[in-house]
């Protein structure tokens, strides 16, 4: 059996006017993420520990936010293409770790359907996805409410 590890870290900005999207549930927040997608960086943090773990370079190689399709896109739809990219070179993920900062909102009571969100996308068990969340103690741009953070890590593991 083969293993590879990728780890994965995205941010953005939070705003008025947009929802707050994070591993594909709409969480209730007066402030949503700025981005030329959903801006989920949960699942964009997750993307980018799969590609890396096979150095296939990051999701704006793939989904770049200069290309007008993508504009708006549902991360959900993406990690599903990183997905299939994946398996088609004879890999399937193993298990994910991640960790979302944020000061606000509390994610505690959506981590559960965030998890059942990626699961269903990734054709496997929940309990193979870890979710923590936590805040930044009020330090720096995630701190001060300026935006949320991500990071991720993948286990790839191929039969071959």
């Not at 980018?48 to 770049?64: E, K, N, Q, R, V």
Request: hydrophobic content about 40%.
């Amino acid at each position: 059996m083969n293993i590879r590890i990728g780890n994965g870290y995205d941010i953005h900005q939070l705003v008025s006017d947009r929802p707050l999207i994070l591993g594909g549930v709409r969480i209730p927040h007066e402030l949503g993420l700025l981005g030329h997608s959903d801006a989920d960086v949960l699942t964009h943090a997750i993307m980018d520990a799969m590609l890396g773990a096979l150095s296939l370079g990051d999701i704006g190689l793939y989904f770049p936010p200069s290309d007008p399709q993508w504009a708006g896109a549902d991360s959900l739809n993406l990690l599903a293409q990183v997905h299939k990219l994946i398996r088609e070179r004879g890999w399937e993920v193993g298990n994910i770790d991640s960790v979302v900062v944020a000061e606000r909102p509390k994610l505690k009571p959506h981590i559960s359907a965030m998890r059942d969100r990626l699961a269903q996308v990734l054709n496997m068990e929940g309990d193979r996805i870890g979710i923590k969340a936590t805040t930044n103690e009020k330090l720096g741009p995630v701190g001060r409410e300026e935006g949320i953070a991500a990071y991720a890590v993948t286990l790839l593991v191929s039969q071959s």
